[in-house]
């Protein structure tokens, strides 16, 4: 069972909430940029590099916490609307000292977050985050923010996205994608603004053989029915365009899900699979290990055994996965979700590296992505949301508590139970993963309902 908490600003992929109201205030946004900026003034000339996603937000909380950045002396420079990964990629390639992404990812519109980076490219260690954050709630409330009318917008650098699209275009030598019939979703996010170059310099026929979905974001219609979270729609666009597979990204486009040709919908523990046993046939797989999490399904886990490699599960979220790759120097992490994590390639999971990635050894063998993972069995899970007003310690109420240990003895041999609160939302998710199906929806609804009533929203 698990009963994480999360801090005050922090969640497990930065900070994030509705646009305008706290932690999403100015006042706390420019206290971000303040707080930013005196952690890095033991560095001489210090630098940020900036990026953000497409909703209407972004633009005027990048420009609040430039203003704070240039108050301490730091120089911003900003890559305009890219993926995530782009600003990890670029802040350790171009010699910043850290990088700032304005995103809320796959979160609706009216949400936003705001993502850090250090210089090595990596997402900001928990300590690190913690000494920002009490800095943060110390200057918060005394903060003068200038009026937006009043902050001065960086000017997008056009140079920078291209040096992020050359980079994945490098990491897949070879791929050439003018024979594949593909239906790529971009959710009206980041990926709106790489993709098309990227594909039709891969050599996709755009929009004949490849078709782009998605891409006219208006700073409200991102993930709205589409993207990562969605990736039913984009199955269904793949049968009615009679594709050979479908690809969809979220907001930041830091994550990827695939569909199959008969409208199937290939999750991150399929794309696992199929990256595992490719990167183990040609020796790249170290240890023979891969770093799941506590989300993945056991049968994953049996497909991978099968196969002679070993699953390890770490704590939700990409930034818990990368801690155990790195402990264990594993090759290939990921999550369920679609946050695949190639450290040979990148610090951090990208969406379109996993396409690419995937269409290469797609392209190499010859075979489907439904032939790939033919042998996956996946057992019957469920996941219920359910809004919560607090994320007070689940195994500290009664009620809760009961209905957990009597699904844990249910499924002792049979299953697997993992509640957890999100990292990124108010949200209590309540996953039940068993071989009977009936037993799996019964103890996930009665989990669920006890958690409305003691902690709804």
Known sequence: ?????????????????????????????????????????????????????????????????????????????????????????????????????ISASHNPWRDNGIKLFGSDGFKLPDAAEASIEDEILRRSEKAVVP????????????????????????????????????????????????????????????????????????????????????????????????????????????????????????????????????????GMLTGDLVVATTMSNMGLEAALKRSGIRMLRASVGDRYVLEQMQQHDAALGGEQSGHILFPHLSTTGDGLLTALVILDLIARTGKTVEELTADLQVYPQVIVNVKVREKKPLDTIPAVAKRIRAAEEELRDTGRVVIRYSGTEALARVMIEAESEEAMRRHADAIANAIRTELGA
């Open 1 to 101: 069972m698990s009963t994480e908490t999360a801090r005050k600003l922090f969640g497990t992929d930065g900070i994030r909430g509705i646009a305008g109201d706290p932690p999403l205030d100015a006042r706390t946004i420019y206290a971000t940029g303040l707080a930013l900026g005196h952690s890095l003034r033991r560095n001489s000339d210090p630098k940020v590099i900036l990026g953000r996603d497409t909703r209407e937000s972004s633009t005027w909380i990048g420009a609040t916490i430039s203003a704070a950045l240039r108050e301490t002396g730091v120089r911003v420079e900003s890559a305009g609307v890219v993926p995530t990964p782009a600003v990890a990629f670029l802040v350790r390639n171009r010699g910043f000292d850290a990088g700032v992404v």
């Open 147 to 282: 009026e937006i009318s009043e902050l001065a917008r960086v000017e997008d650098n056009a140079a920078l996205p291209e040096q992020y699209i050359q980079f994945l275009i490098e990491s897949v030598p070879g791929l050439k994608l003018d024979d594949l019939r593909i239906v790529a979703d971009c959710a009206n996010g980041a990926a709106a603004r790489v993709a098309p170059e990227l594909f039709a310099r891969l050599g996709a026929r755009i929009p004949n053989e490849f078709t782009l979905l998605n891409i006219s974001p208006d700073g409200r219609n991102i993930n709205d029915g589409c993207g990562a979270l969605h990736p039913l729609w984009v199955a269904a666009e793949v049968q009615r365009h009679e594709a050979a597979m479908g690809l969809t990204f979220d907001g930041d486009a830091d994550r990827c899900m695939l569909a199959g040709a008969h409208g199937n919908v290939i999750n991150g523990d399929a794309i696992l699979l199929m990256a595992a046993r490719d990167l183990k046939a040609r």
